[in-house]
């Protein structure tokens, strides 16, 4: 109940997307194997794909292989086997700039994905760095803070700045390339609870493929319809968020847990019961 109504409290953002190609929204990835340089093989055989606008969990371990796979994703490590496509286009060494067009992905730690000394310079990099000309790239920085609801800190310094704001601000660092993919890696760690909800209402409203790896169960329940779970660098399970993340045998066996609001988790006695 408390979740339908978290879902219907929005408005939805409609992002405008790249369309060149003609597909939008599309991640295949098809026995997909990766090792560092140290030879270990962290990903094995990893097959899936997504539908345009759908919201897909990334679920397992630490250590499981969730960020390395975005990483692949997005071109972040190109030394793969198996295929990988972005709305059709070969993710390789070649064709970063295209994917990276339609694909963006937020770091875990948003001092990773800032970098210059104010909001709008972060937001302005990438498009500027495409060659879009001054007043188009001040029309994207304006549209992508307004989406994220934080125009006001538009000339705010990066070092004087919140956890949550961070977060707020590296996701306009993607929308001002008006992606059709987006990639989150841990989006919810570190932030107080209030930021968490604000991050899960702006999910929720981001009407793009998303791809959204974390250990916060009840984040992928609230904000994901399909749920990957991976162990050790492989698909153990694919499926409804709603079936996999009640599995209660099935998480623990890969070393996680129901999430808190399937546990009959009421923080307060004697509250009315709904949470
Ligand atoms: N740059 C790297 N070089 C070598 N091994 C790495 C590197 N990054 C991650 N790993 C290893 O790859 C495995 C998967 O890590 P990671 O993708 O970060 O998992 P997760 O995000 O699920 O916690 C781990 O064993 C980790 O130690
Ligand atoms: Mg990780």
């Known amino acids: 109940m408390?979740?339908?109504?978290?879902?219907?409290?929005?408005?939805?953002?409609?992002?405008?997307?790249?369309?060149?190609n003609g597909y939008k929204g599309i991640i295949e990835c098809?026995?997909?194997s990766f090792s560092y340089e140290s030879g270990m093989e962290i990903l094995k055989d990893i097959t899936f794909t997504t539908r345009e606008g759908e919201s897909v969990g990334i679920v397992g371990a630490n250590g499981a292989g969730k960020s390395t796979l975005l990483r692949i994703l997005v071109g972040l490590e190109t030394t793969y086997s198996g295929e990988v496509l972005i709305d059709k286009i070969p993710v390789s060494r070649d064709t970063l700039a295209a994917v990276r067009a339609h694909a963006g992905y937020l770091f875990q730690d948003s001092d990773n994905q800032l970098f210059t000394q104010s909001v709008y310079q972060d937001v302005a990099f990438a498009p500027r760095n495409y060659g879009l000309g001054e007043e188009d790239v001040d029309k994207r920085v304006m549209e992508a803070l307004n989406t994220m609801g934080i125009t006001h800190l538009k000339d705010k310094q990066i070092y004087k700045m919140?956890?949550?704001?961070?977060?707020?601000?590296?996701?306009?660092?993607?929308?001002?390339?008006?992606?059709?993919?987006?990639?989150?890696?841990?989006?919810?760690?570190?932030?107080?609870?209030?930021?968490?909800?604000?991050?899960?209402?702006?999910?929720?409203?981001?009407?793009?493929?998303?791809?959204?790896?974390s250990h916060d169960l009840d984040l992928i329940l609230e904000t994901c319809s399909r749920v990957i779970l991976i162990s050790e660098g492989g698909i153990v399970k694919?499926?409804?968020?709603e079936e996999i993340l009640k599995d209660k045998k099935l998480l623990e066996s890969n070393h996680l847990e129901l999430p808190l609001c399937m546990q009959g988790y009421t923080p307060f006695k004697g509250g009315s019961g709904e949470n």
């Open 238 to 241: 694919e499926g409804p968020a």
């Open 2 to 20: 408390w979740l339908a109504k978290a879902k219907d409290s929005v408005k939805n953002i409609k992002v405008n997307t790249n369309q060149e």
């Open 162 to 213: 919140s956890g949550g704001e961070k977060k707020m601000a590296s996701i306009a660092t993607l929308l001002s390339m008006t992606p059709d993919i987006l990639l989150f890696d841990e989006p919810s760690i570190a932030l107080d609870p209030s930021n968490r909800r604000t991050l899960i209402n702006v999910l929720n409203r981001l009407e793009l493929t998303k791809l959204i790896a």
């Open 30 to 32: 098809s026995n997909l």
